[in-house]
């Protein structure tokens, strides 16, 4: 167990659909990573918030956006969802704001997109 | 754009084996990790590498970054059904970002 929680686990809806991720980081931990994990691309990083604050962006579509909130939970929102959405979608904290820390992994959200 | 490329794509072996799996990139990392993902988990780091020409050991798995912090290699001696997974390589810069490969599956066979 990384001390990291995802829900929903799974999560099944349409195109078109709009759906929110939500993620705890570990105790402490300041730092939230955003990852899509599909077959074809492999991981990608999406977005990273440190202590609320948007620290760095990779391969995030308009189409989602994130928040960190003053808990230190963070959500992912996808929106107009397209089938090329499915994919397993991770979560990781760090108690660094550098990629030089340990990046602790959730277990995921697996969405699948018909 | 900072692309690792990870080889082989899949390795299938007998438990006993040794084997090496690669990682590399045209681009310069400050830091270089090695990840293994068990299916329906999330990535476990495993090591951290940040100087040219370190060598790790963790058991029975050895790390190594090249010299000029562009590849990685990753060796697992007499190699066990436990250690059958997704192992990921993942390169990290000053910008804050990974950049992960696709990935080396390994199956252990007993």
């Known amino acids: 167990d990384s001390g990291v929680t995802q829900t929903p686990k799974h999560l099944i809806t349409a195109t078109g659909q709009r759906v929110t991720l939500r993620c705890s980081p570990r105790s402490g931990d300041l730092s939230v990573y955003w990852y899509q994990q599909s077959l074809d691309q492999g991981l990608q990083f999406l977005i990273q918030?440190?202590?609320?604050?948007?620290?760095a962006k990779g391969n995030i579509l308009e189409r989602f956006s994130a928040q960190q909130f003053p808990d230190l939970h963070s959500e992912l929102n996808l929106s107009s969802l397209e089938l090329g959405d499915s994919a397993l979608y991770f979560c990781?904290?760090?108690?660094?704001?550098?990629?030089?820390?340990?990046?602790?992994f959730g277990p995921g959200t697996r969405l699948l997109v018909l | 754009t900072q692309l690792l490329e990870q080889s082989p794509q899949f390795l299938s072996i007998q438990e006993g084996e040794n084997l090496t799996v690669y990682c590399n990139s045209s681009?310069?990392?400050?830091?270089l990790q090695w990840y293994r993902q068990e299916p329906g988990e999330g990535p476990v780091l495993l090591v951290t590498?940040?100087?040219?020409?370190e060598v790790k050991k963790l058991k029975r798995l050895t790390f190594q970054f090249g010299d000029a912090r562009k590849d990685s290699s990753l060796h697992i001696t007499a190699a066990q059904p436990g250690d059958t997974g997704l192992y990921l390589c993942?390169?990290?810069?000053?910008?804050?970002?990974?950049?992960f490969g696709k990935g080396t599956l390994l199956t252990v066979n007993p």
């Open positions: 990781a904290s760090s108690s660094r704001p550098g990629t030089e820390g340990t990046q602790y």
């Open positions: 918030y440190y202590n609320g604050e948007e620290r």
């Open positions: 681009s310069v990392f400050s830091s």
């Open positions: 993942a390169g990290g810069g000053s910008n804050y970002k990974l950049t």
């Open positions: 590498v940040v100087t040219g020409g």
